[in-house]
């Protein structure tokens, strides 16, 4: 079977794309002429990088170090969109980035989308974003608000406002 790579177009803007946030579009091509697109979303976390593949063979997520590492970036979507998988977080990268923040910076960039993580104490939060507006929601509780266009600013906004709801939700879950 040939393998899928890069097309050389993709290959010369990935180094770039790793600096940035957002969604990103690669062309995949093998020997016999057969190509793919996949969906390469790239998220700046406070301590690592973290980039999640969509494919035909489905999602992979890995967590890169700063900086993150071309090649690196290259083997893991060529891997997963072969169904392979040839690159992984390493062992120093697992902790780098947490539930939480990946939640929260996927809600701010994409800004569309349910996203669902569970707090250490089991709160089973929902996060939903539109371009207008981002809730939070713990059982029957909801917070929604406006979040600035700089998805740093959105983040910060928006990890300062979780853990304040979530304050909240644990001090009414007691009086109760």
């Known amino acids: 079977m040939s393998m899928l790579t ?6 010369a803007r990935l180094p770039a794309q790793l600096a940035l946030n957002g969604p990103f579009e690669h062309t995949l091509r093998n020997s016999l002429g057969v190509s793919t697109t996949v969906q390469l979303l790239v998220l700046q976390c406070s301590h690592a990088v973290e980039l999640t ?4 063979q489905g999602q992979s997520c890995i967590t890169l170090k700063r900086p993150a590492c071309p090649e690196r970036a290259v083997r893991f979507i060529q ?3 072969n169904g392979v998988h040839a ?3 390493q062992l120093d990268e697992w902790d780098l980035v947490s539930d939480v923040e990946s939640t929260l910076r996927r809600a701010v960039v994409l800004r569309q989308g349910t996203q669902q993580f569970t707090t250490d104490d089991d709160l089973d ?5 539109s371009p207008e507006r981002t809730c939070i929601q713990v059982q029957d509780t909801r917070l929604c608000m406006a979040l600035p266009a700089d998805p740093e600013a959105a983040y910060q906004q928006l990890h300062e406002l979780l ?4 304050s909240a939700c644990r001090s009414t879950a007691q009086v109760a």
């Open 125 to 129: 939060v929902e996060v939903t974003s």
């Open 53 to 56: 593949v969509s494919s035909s």
């Open 163 to 166: 853990q304040r709801f979530l």
């Open 6 to 11: 890069l097309n050389p177009a993709s290959h």
């Open 79 to 81: 891997g997963a969109a």
């Open 87 to 89: 690159e992984a977080t």
